[in-house]
Structures are given as C-alpha cells and as structure tokens.
C-alpha cells in the first residue's frame, strides 16, 4: 500500500505538512509513501489536479481552498459537510474515480479544544457558560464556527476590524442554528471558548473581562512561537491551546482520509504486509499518527483525562 500526496498553496515553503505526513509514514512503516509540495496559485488548481491524477489526495491552503469548493461544484465531485457549510476545502481524496472534498480544519479544532474541555473544571452554569468570542471573520473564522457548533456552544461573539465583513460567518451561524453578535476588537466578554484567527502580526490588544469562569479555554490558530494572545487568556484564566493543536489534528484528520483511500484501492495490502509493518487497529492507529506528528514538531500532544 502507498500513499501518493502532497501540499498545495502559495506560499509554500513554510508549510510543516511534509513534516507532519512523512512522520506519519515512518510510524506506521509505509515505506514507499511519498509526501511532497508544490507552489500553485488559485488559477493553476484545476490544470494541476488534472494532470496528477495518480496522487492519493491534496492537503491546500491559502489561496486555494475557495477555489477548491467552486471547482468540486463545477465538476460534480463530492462535499463534505465542513466543506459545504464554510466554503472552504482543504483536503481532496481520490477514490476510483470518486473525489472528496473536506475542510479538516474543523474537526482539527475540536480536536484540538476537547481534550481541554473534558479534562478542565466544570464550568456549566458560569459566566459565558455555552458561549464563544471569535476573533475575525474569514475562512479560519467560518471552521472555528463549525467547531464551535460540535463543542456544544449555542451563541459565538464574533469579534472584528470591520463589522460589515462578518455577514459571511453571521449567515452561517443561522444556517447551523446558533445565535451570534458582531462587534469591535475592544473587548473580549464572558465565553468558554475564545479562538482567534487572526494572523499572529495583527494580534489585538483587547480588555478582557474579569469574570470567566474555570475551565473556559483560549485557541490561537496562529501556530507563532510566543503568542501575546495566548499569554493574555491564561493571565486571566483560561487555558491556553497553542496553534500548533489544531495544526496536527487537522493533519492527523487528513492522513485517515488519504490512508482510507488507499486502503480501499489495494484492499489486500494489509493482508500481504509483512507482520512487523501490518497497520494496527484503528484507534490504535490514530494515537500513533498523532503522536508521530506532535514528536515532528517535539510538542507533547494532549491526553483528556478520565
């Protein structure tokens, strides 16, 4: 069995996907896989799709990942739900001619909160009890409002330069049945959950309010680091997750689509796979990609607590 992908964006070069994917390879002995990058622009999308048909699948960034949503529509290719609701794509998977198309920045940031969650103190019944402040408003904003959905709030605080860009993310939250308000970046109010999106130079220097309650937690989808965001939430309590979570459960989430996919196009590799390279079992699988990414960027993954 290989697994034949690669990261596509503009710029590239940045990119830790080779990173994260090669070490996933190494730990599950997929020796022959292969994980590369290439520079490609919004225009150059479909051209280049077309003529690497014999990848496995596509991890995309920016500029790319609207353009992946219009041309999965174009051609008739199929959307997943995280896909859909935020206009965003950042995986493609080929499968015998099918074509998924997932935003697994979503999962990757309730991934990234819910260990946080499950493991801080109560906070039910406190102050910002089933809310989330977000900070921006763009695509990274649209998957934290999906997120959020998942992680149980009912209300997102959008917090933004411009209130008059946020009309993207406040549809979307009637569309998935959660309330929202819009305002300035002043202020960060009450919440369980307060994740920013904002590029870690353009991180505001908000008056947060005194009264969160235990167990509320911060994201910084910015993976700098030192994040003065971050240094912030936790001197007034929260828990702080860096970017460098969601980045690894965003990628951990795109190599089961990639390794499913090619199990399913060569259904007898586990059966012909040497004893010492034979996949484990899935659970068992996910905690050692995992681990295997967290160690590539020597950060310890976090465990939630029984």
């Given at each position: 069995m290989r697994i034949l992908a690669a990261v596509l964006g503009s710029p590239i070069a940045h990119s830790k996907s080779p990173l994260l994917h090669r070490a996933a390879f190494v730990a599950l002995n997929l020796d022959s896989s292969e994980y590369s990058r290439y520079e490609l622009g919004a225009d150059e999308l479909e051209g280049f799709l077309d003529s690497h048909t014999d990848h496995t699948g596509f991890s995309l960034t920016m500029p790319l990942k609207d353009r992946l949503v219009t041309l999965a529509a174009e051609r008739g290719w199929n959307l997943d739900e995280t896909a859909a609701l935020t206009a965003a794509g950042n995986t493609i998977v080929r499968h015998r001619g099918d074509v998924q198309v997932a935003n697994t920045d979503v999962e990757g940031i309730v991934r990234a909160i819910a260990p946080h969650k499950e493991s801080g103190p109560a906070a039910a019944g406190g102050a910002g009890d089933g809310r989330a402040t977000i900070l921006g408003a763009g695509a990274t904003a649209a998957s934290a409002l999906v997120a959020c959905r998942d992680l149980g709030i009912t209300h997102v605080d959008f917090r933004v330069r411009s209130p008059d860009r946020a009309r993207r993310v406040l549809d979307l939250a009637?569309?998935?049945?959660?309330?929202?308000?819009?305002?300035?970046?002043?202020?960060?109010?009450p919440s369980s959950i307060v994740i920013s999106t904002l590029p870690a130079e353009a991180a505001p220097d908000p008056i947060w309010d005194d009264s969160f309650a235990p167990g509320a937690i911060a994201l910084d989808v910015a993976y700098a680091a030192d994040s003065t965001f971050l240094a912030a939430a936790a001197a007034h309590g929260l828990r702080p997750v860096a970017g460098t979570a969601m980045l690894v459960e965003q990628a951990v989430a795109q190599f089961e689509m990639f390794l499913a996919a090619a199990r399913a196009d060569d259904p007898t590799a586990t059966e012909t796979m040497p004893t010492s390279k034979t996949l484990p079992a899935a659970d068992d699988l996910t905690a050692r990609v995992t681990a295997a990414m967290y160690a590539a960027l020597e950060v310890p993954p976090v465990r939630a607590q029984d």
């Open positions: 009637e569309r998935i049945g959660l309330t929202a308000s819009v305002d300035d970046l002043t202020r960060i109010g």
